[in-house]
C-alpha cells in the first residue's frame, strides 16, 4: 500500500480546509459579538452539506470516469490517461486560479465576511438561511478544488481520499486551536508556507498531466497503422522514449529511482521523474516562471494579513 500518494491531497486539503476554518470562525466570532449565537447550528449544517455535496461530486466524478472508460473497452488504454491528463488540467487551472485570488484577497477577507454576515442578519427571518449559503459556499469551493485533484489521480486507488480525509481533520484541529483555545498561530506564514509547496504540487501536475497525454496518444497511435503517425518524436534503439515530448534530458533511475524512497516522495509530492523529457521539462519551468512569479509577487505586495483581520474580529 502506497502511501506516499496520500501526501499531495493531504496537504492540499490543509491549506484550503484551513481557509475555510478561518471563514467558518470568523463567522462564529460575529455572531457572538452580534448576540446571534442562536444562528450557529446553521453555520455547522453548512459545514455539513458543503463536505457532503464536495463528496458527492467526487462520487459522481468517479462514476463519470468508470461509464466513460467502459463505453469501448478496446479504448480502455486511451480514455483512463486521457481522462487523467484533462483532469490534471482542470486541477491546474482551479489551484493555480485560487491560490493566487485567495492570496489577493486575504487582506480582505474579514471585511468581506463581515458584510455578507451583516446583510444576512438584516434579513431576519431568512438571516439562517443567509449565514448558511455563506458557509456552504466557502466549504464547497475549497472542496472542489481537492475533488479535481484526486479525480485527476483516480488511478491511484483510495489513498488520495484518505489523504484529503486526514488534511480534512487537521484543519478542523487548527480551526479549534485558532477559535476556540485561542492558540496563536503565525496564519500569515502558514498560508505562505503551504503556497509555496502548492505551487510545487501544482508545477508536479504540469509533469504529470504531460505524461498523462503522451500514454493516451502512445496508446491510441499502436491501436492501428493509420494512426501511428501520431507519435511525432520516437528515440530508436532505446527502451524508454516518448511519444510526443521530445527527447529525455535527464535519466536519474540509477541515482534516484522514482519507485523507491525518496524518489517516491518527491514523485507523489511535487512530481519528481526518473525520466523527464524536453515537453515536460518546459512545462515545469514555464508554469514556475508564470504562475509562480505571480503568486510570490502577490504575497510580497500584501501588507495586512489575515492574522491582523483575525485579531480585529476577536477584539473590536
Same mark, same amino acid.
Given at each position: 500500500?502506497?502511501?506516499?500518494? %496520500?501526501?499531495?491531497?493531504?496537504?492540499?486539503?490543509? !491549506?484550503?480546509?484551513?481557509?475555510?476554518?478561518?471563514?467558518?470562525?470568523?463567522?462564529?466570532?460575529?455572531?457572538?459579538?452580534?448576540?446571534?449565537?442562536?444562528?450557529?447550528?446553521?453555520?455547522?449544517?453548512?459545514?455539513?452539506?458543503? +463536505?457532503?455535496?464536495?463528496?458527492?461530486? #467526487?462520487?459522481? =466524478? /468517479?462514476?463519470?470516469?468508470?461509464?466513460?472508460?467502459?463505453?469501448?473497452?478496446?479504448?480502455?488504454?486511451?480514455?483512463?490517461?486521457?481522462?487523467?491528463?484533462? =483532469?490534471?488540467?482542470?486541477?491546474?487551472?482551479?489551484?493555480?486560479?485560487?491560490?493566487?485570488?485567495?492570496?489577493?484577497?486575504?487582506?480582505?477577507?474579514?471585511?468581506?465576511?463581515? #458584510? %455578507?454576515?451583516?446583510?444576512?442578519?438584516?434579513?431576519?427571518?431568512?438571516?439562517?438561511?443567509?449565514?448558511?449559503?455563506?458557509?456552504?459556499?466557502?466549504?464547497? &469551493?475549497? #472542496?472542489?478544488?481537492?475533488?479535481?485533484?484526486?479525480?485527476?489521480?483516480?488511478?491511484?486507488?483510495?489513498?488520495?481520499?484518505?489523504?484529503?480525509?486526514?488534511?480534512?481533520?487537521?484543519?478542523?484541529?487548527?480551526?479549534?486551536?485558532?477559535?476556540?483555545?485561542?492558540?496563536?498561530?503565525?496564519?500569515?506564514?502558514?498560508?505562505?508556507?503551504?503556497?509555496?509547496?502548492?505551487?510545487?504540487?501544482?508545477?508536479?501536475?504540469?509533469?504529470? %498531466?504531460?505524461?498523462?497525454?503522451?500514454?493516451?496518444?502512445?496508446?491510441?497511435?499502436?491501436? /492501428?497503422? %493509420?494512426?501511428?503517425?501520431?507519435?511525432? @518524436? @520516437?528515440?530508436?534503439?532505446?527502451?524508454?522514449?516518448?511519444? +510526443?515530448?521530445?527527447?529525455?534530458?535527464?535519466?536519474?533511475?540509477?541515482?534516484?529511482?522514482?519507485?523507491?524512497?525518496?524518489?517516491?516522495?518527491?514523485?507523489?509530492?511535487?512530481?519528481?521523474?526518473?525520466?523527464?523529457?524536453?515537453?515536460?521539462?518546459? #512545462?515545469?519551468?514555464?508554469?514556475?516562471?508564470?504562475?509562480?512569479?505571480? @503568486?510570490? !509577487?502577490?504575497?510580497?505586495?500584501?501588507?495586512? /494579513?489575515?492574522?491582523?483581520?483575525? &485579531?480585529?474580529?476577536?477584539?473590536?
Amino acid at each position: 500500500m502506497n502511501f506516499t500518494t %496520500a501526501l499531495p491531497t493531504f496537504v492540499i486539503t490543509l !491549506r484550503e480546509g484551513v481557509e475555510a476554518a478561518l471563514v467558518v470562525g470568523i463567522v462564529l466570532a460575529l455572531l457572538k459579538k452580534a448576540k446571534q449565537s442562536q444562528l450557529n447550528p446553521w453555520v455547522y449544517a453548512g459545514v455539513g452539506v458543503g +463536505i457532503a455535496v464536495s463528496a458527492l461530486i #467526487g462520487v459522481l =466524478f /468517479s462514476v463519470l470516469i468508470q461509464a466513460l472508460g467502459a463505453i469501448n473497452p478496446q479504448y480502455t488504454s486511451v480514455v483512463e490517461p486521457m481522462l487523467e491528463g484533462i =483532469f490534471s488540467v482542470l486541477a491546474i487551472i482551479m489551484l493555480s486560479w485560487m491560490l493566487i485570488w485567495m492570496t489577493k484577497q486575504a487582506r480582505f477577507m474579514k471585511a468581506t465576511v463581515e #458584510g %455578507a454576515v451583516t446583510e444576512a442578519l438584516t434579513q431576519n427571518s431568512n438571516a439562517g438561511w443567509g449565514v448558511f449559503t455563506l458557509i456552504l459556499v466557502a466549504v464547497i &469551493r475549497e #472542496g472542489f478544488e481537492t475533488v479535481l485533484f484526486i479525480a485527476a489521480n483516480f488511478q491511484q486507488g483510495f489513498m488520495p481520499a484518505v489523504g484529503a480525509i486526514s488534511g480534512l481533520a487537521a484543519a478542523v484541529a487548527i480551526g479549534v486551536l485558532l477559535f476556540k483555545w485561542g492558540v496563536k498561530i503565525n496564519i500569515r506564514q502558514f498560508f505562505q508556507v503551504m503556497g509555496v509547496l502548492l505551487v510545487l504540487i501544482v508545477a508536479g501536475l504540469v509533469v504529470s %498531466a504531460l505524461k498523462h497525454f503522451d500514454e493516451a496518444v502512445a496508446n491510441y497511435a499502436l491501436s /492501428s497503422r %493509420a494512426t501511428e503517425s501520431l507519435c511525432f @518524436y @520516437y528515440e530508436r534503439f532505446t527502451k524508454v522514449h516518448s511519444c +510526443i515530448l521530445g527527447p529525455m534530458v535527464w535519466n536519474t533511475s540509477k541515482v534516484l529511482p522514482d519507485q523507491q524512497f525518496p524518489g517516491v516522495i518527491l514523485k507523489s509530492l511535487f512530481g519528481y521523474r526518473e525520466n523527464l523529457y524536453l515537453v515536460q521539462a518546459v #512545462g515545469y519551468l514555464a508554469f514556475l516562471l508564470s504562475i509562480g512569479g505571480l @503568486y510570490f !509577487r502577490s504575497i510580497t505586495g500584501s501588507s495586512p /494579513s489575515v492574522a491582523k483581520n483575525m &485579531r480585529s474580529v476577536k477584539n473590536p
